[in-house]
């Protein structure tokens, strides 16, 4: 099966960087995926990374390092309206391929004035 | 606009009564999932579907059965709830695979007393 590792909270000041990290241990590993979702709402995809590095996307920014089965989520400049929970996912094998998705616990970040 | 409806938003039933959650996409997408969230545990996949005609299972398919006959719905079927299957189902669709963003359906809260 899979495990994931993420915190559970995490909290800063508006205008910071919070970076949220993520372990796993899985087999059959294709990428790890980033959403984000608000109380009351439902996920919204973020980002996917399938190769070592970092990718960036305006304020977001993800990265994974497959060797050491570890990612991170990157918040910049971070505004109240990222309060929210993050969640981190591993696609895994599955029929016809990586078709499978699953997900951490979830961490809840509070943005702070 | 492109979306993912479900429905019921919200529904209560008892135990073994059969019900079906539908949901349908118009994003012409390949790639359906459906995901119980629940306290604690984070979203979990209960089946996923690669196209019409082929589905398998996800992390927690027991008590739950899917179909995928046209390829804009994938209902969700429980033939005998029980109280253990009370969540909130998220239904997502992503063109190809999960290598793509999946996009949400707004979620049905179900309780089976």
């Known amino acids: 099966g899979q495990s994931l590792e993420q915190p559970s909270e995490v909290t800063a000041v508006e205008g910071a960087i919070v970076q949220i990290n993520c372990t796993y241990q899985t087999s059959g590993f294709y990428g790890l995926s980033w959403y984000q979702q608000h109380d009351g709402g439902a996920p919204t995809f973020l980002s996917y990374n399938a190769l070592d590095g970092l990718e960036e996307t305006g304020r977001f920014s993800s990265f994974l390092s497959r060797s050491d089965s570890y990612g991170y989520l990157l918040l910049q400049e971070l505004q109240m309206k990222d309060s929210a929970s993050y969640f981190c996912?591993?696609?895994?094998?599955?029929?016809?391929?990586?078709?499978?998705?699953?997900f951490g616990t979830g961490t809840q970040l509070k943005v702070e004035l | 606009e492109a979306q993912v409806t479900q429905n019921p938003r919200y529904l209560i039933t008892v135990t073994g009564k059969k019900l079906t959650v539908t949901c349908s996409q118009n994003?012409?997408?390949?790639?359906m999932s459906w995901y119980r969230q629940d306290p604690g545990l984070g979203l979990r996949q209960i089946y996923y579907s690669m196209n019409v005609e082929v589905t398998d299972k996800g992390d927690v398919p027991e008590g739950y059965k899917v179909s995928r006959k046209e390829k804009r719905n994938f209902p969700l079927i429980l033939e005998s709830p029980s109280p253990n299957q009370t969540s909130l189902y998220f239904c997502?669709?992503?063109?190809?695979?999960?290598?793509?963003?999946?996009?949400f359906g707004p979620g049905t809260r179900l309780t089976v007393t």
């Open positions: 997502a669709s992503s063109r190809g695979g999960l290598q793509y963003e999946q996009y």
């Open positions: 996912a591993v696609r895994v094998d599955g029929t016809g391929g990586g078709n499978k998705l699953t």
């Open positions: 994003m012409n997408h390949e790639y």
